[in-house]
């Protein structure tokens, strides 16, 4: 596979990415099957199925695949088609199919495993060999996991097991999962969704960008500290005050916020801080996951306050606020953008108004800090077309956090401003993108 002269290995060169990664639809539909479709994508939290035939659907790596919660308690995924004539059996993105999916075309029915329980006329197939037929088989499973609450899938037959592509998140989901007393999260209200007309990958190279902040977001903070004006430090602040005034944070803040590379594309930002690090007392709730996790266990949960982290390729979570966002691509240049607000089920209201009151502020196309990031990723779109530079410079910080056989088991410890974060973002794409499609 090339692009032009260049061979997939010389598109990324280990400190640049040739600009046709985010242009190109031949790459792009290549991603979809190598890249998404074999690795483990977040397609849903299992509070979101609380009864049988409960169901979420959504496109992975252009594939209708449908969760549902089965008759026996369990999740399960298919995809969301009719055996008989591929029609779509439910159009909603969320709802309760019932004890059967029934095919609104033909009506062929399905149990929630996605057997097949009957076929209208079935005495005019019997001449036909019917039951030895695909058709005859059901709907086409797909793989499932779930984790702490998490539920990912695979849309490919060929791919890691679950628990060797996400081995060095494992530890970072248990400590968002034990933010509640209980070790039991749910979804905080609706999903936050939006087209963005840019390549995905803009968007994940920018939630590891914290440079960006100084001056894309220079309006926003502007904004937080003259409404907050010359209060007195011990001041107690209004959540969206709380939550913005951290944005005016200077390059040394986010120099020593530090990061994580972890294999496999996945990475940490704020190991030692984070701009959510300084959030109000919650009063009691310290005191209940003591008592819940122990007073060791509970004080680390605490402490992981990070700005991200990246669930390579599809996903990034924040454990204070609780939010998770989702990469959908859907072409070279638009990806569906899904933001979602998590909460503990036994924590505190003002946990809950938290993630809610940040997505809202901060990640809402109609925010005082996300039309400033979808202003620039549309226009970087654009621009990157033209002619001149047909490099993306992912230069800041290299060499010496650079290591040939990529980072260990634990991952390499690096600067908050350091790009090797997004370098280690394209060696994972390098990597999956090279892998035949037969393997």
């Not at 792009?28 to 977040?42: K, N, S």
């Not at 400590?175 to 209980?182: F, G, K, M, Y």
């Not at 005082?368 to 549309?378: C, F, G, Q, R, S």
């Amino acid at each position: 596979m090339t692009n032009g002269a260049l061979s997939l290995d010389q598109l990324f060169d280990g400190k640049r990415v040739h600009r046709s990664l985010y242009l190109d639809d031949t790459l792009f539909a290549l991603e979809r099957r190598r890249l998404f479709g074999r690795t483990w994508q977040y397609i849903g939290h299992e509070s979101q199925l609380p009864q049988p035939g409960d169901y979420l659907s959504a496109d992975i790596a252009g594939q209708p695949v449908l969760l549902l919660r089965r008759a026996d308690g369990s999740l399960g995924a298919v995809l969301n088609r009719c055996a008989h004539k591929g029609s779509t059996l439910v159009t909603d993105r969320q709802g309760c199919a019932g004890r059967t999916l029934r095919c609104p075309y033909h009506g062929w029915s399905y149990r929630l495993d996605g057997s097949l329980i009957g076929v209208p006329n079935k005495d005019d197939y019997a001449r036909a060999a019917f039951d030895s037929c695909e058709a005859s088989r059901g709907l086409t499973p797909v793989a499932t996991a779930a984790y702490r609450g998490f539920v990912f899938v695979r849309v490919s037959a060929r791919g890691p097991a679950f628990e060797d592509q996400m081995a060095p998140l494992l530890a970072v989901i248990d400590l968002i999962a034990d933010r509640s007393p209980s070790g039991r999260l749910q979804v905080n209200g609706p999903c936050l969704r939006m087209k963005l007309r840019c390549n995905w990958k803009l968007y994940l190279e920018n939630i590891n960008d914290t440079l960006h902040v100084l001056t894309a977001h220079a309006s926003a903070a502007g904004a937080a500290e003259s409404v907050w004006g010359e209060q007195a430090p011990q001041t107690p602040k209004p959540m969206a005050i709380e939550q913005l005034l951290p944005f005016a944070n200077g390059h040394a803040f986010f120099e020593r916020m530090g990061g994580r590379v972890l294999p496999g594309g996945h990475s940490i930002l704020g190991t030692q801080a984070s701009i959510h690090s300084a959030y109000g007392d919650l009063g009691d709730y310290s005191e209940a996951l003591a008592q819940a996790h122990g007073p060791e266990r509970a004080a680390q949960v605490l402490a992981f306050t990070p700005q991200n982290v990246i669930f390579y390729p599809g996903a990034a979570m924040k454990a204070s606020p609780l939010t998770i966002r989702v990469l959908r691509p859907l072409a070279a240049d638009q990806t569906l953008l899904e933001v979602w607000a998590l909460a503990p089920a036994d924590g505190p209201a003002t946990l809950h108004r938290r993630g809610t009151t940040y997505n809202r502020l901060v990640f809402s196309p109609m925010s005082v800090v996300a039309h400033d990031d979808i202003h620039l990723w549309e226009s970087a779109q654009r621009a990157l077309a033209a002619d001149g530079n047909e490099w993306v410079s992912l230069q800041r910080g290299w060499p010496g956090t650079e290591a040939a056989d990529g980072p260990g088991p634990d991952g390499r410890d690096i600067s908050g401003t350091d790009e090797a974060l997004m370098r280690n973002q394209y060696s994972a794409w390098r990597y999956w993108m090279n892998l035949p499609d037969d393997e």
